[in-house]
């Protein structure tokens, strides 16, 4: 079954509460927080009040900066919103790009391979802690010394990983480790500091697809591939929906029509869509952003069943 994920951020709490009955009600698998400190809503204080009134959707950080949340922090606050959830936390962590959150916590953001190997060592950290095992770490990256979560341990025996990455070492170590390898199929970070080059071409994808291909050889169960979409837009013209993005990021409109990043068309052509993705890639999760829960709640059971 095809899943669908609604990342959203509480300007309020009453529209925030509605907006969580709501994804629950239309069959949304899980309601997720961007987490960028000073831009938006600390994502497990919002997940908590959303756990309060919702009882099945799952709840999670997407993504959480590994280079300025430190693993004890982070594990307590999963664990958290597992126990308040009653077992419907999930784990998501990538390594950062946003130069100005590392300057907020007094450091400079390291270069990529300084950032992949401290995103590893935060994701294996807090992987053990939310295990119950004792965690001593002594890098350059990362220093833990006897670092344990005694209290409070979370619901789930296991809580589920999600690795929001685009590097090549990352991509291969969520192949080898995560339960879901986030997808974005985005590069270099232009100088706002949020925005990127994008990799979303055929031979892009392949070649992304191919890293977590390796990563997972040998695995029972491969990990879930997740694509995350900036764009949905239910209508009859695709082409010309699809142009001023097309533009912007430097694809043709055939080919960005074809990524799993968007989803633009007609009902039929986004169920087309979906299943000719899981068919090709492999992809059989999408996280969507606010603004497309009522135009997919639509036909969500009919995309859920796309294959």
Known sequence: MVTFTLQASPADAASWTDLARRAERAGFDALTCADHPGAVATPFVALAAAAAVTSTIGLGSYVSNAG?????????????????????ARLGIGAGHTPAEWRAVGRERP?????????VAVAEAVRALLDGDEVTVD???????????????PVQRRIPLTMGAANSRL??????????VGLAGLGRTLPDGYAHDVRWRETEIEAQLAQVAAGAEGRAEPPELE?????????DD?????AQTAEDTGLTVSELLATPFVLIG???????????????????????????LDPLGAFLPRLMAAA
């Open 68 to 88: 300025v949340r430190e693993p004890m922090l982070l594990a307590a606050d999963v664990a958290t919103l597992d126990l308040v959830s009653g077992g419907r």
């Open 111 to 119: 270069d990529v391979a300084g950032r992949v190997r401290r995103c």
């Open 139 to 153: 890098t350059p990256e990362l220093v833990l010394h006897a670092a344990r979560l005694e209290k409070p341990r």
């Open 171 to 180: 991509l291969r170590w969520a192949g080898r480790n995560a339960d879901v």
């Open 227 to 235: 694509a995350l979409v900036q764009q949905v837009v239910v209508t």
């Open 238 to 242: 695709a082409e010309a929906a699809a």
């Open 266 to 292: 007609t009902e039929d052509e986004i169920v087309a869509a979906v299943a000719a993705h899981r068919k090709r890639w492999g992809v059989t999760r999408y996280v969507v952003r606010k603004d497309a």
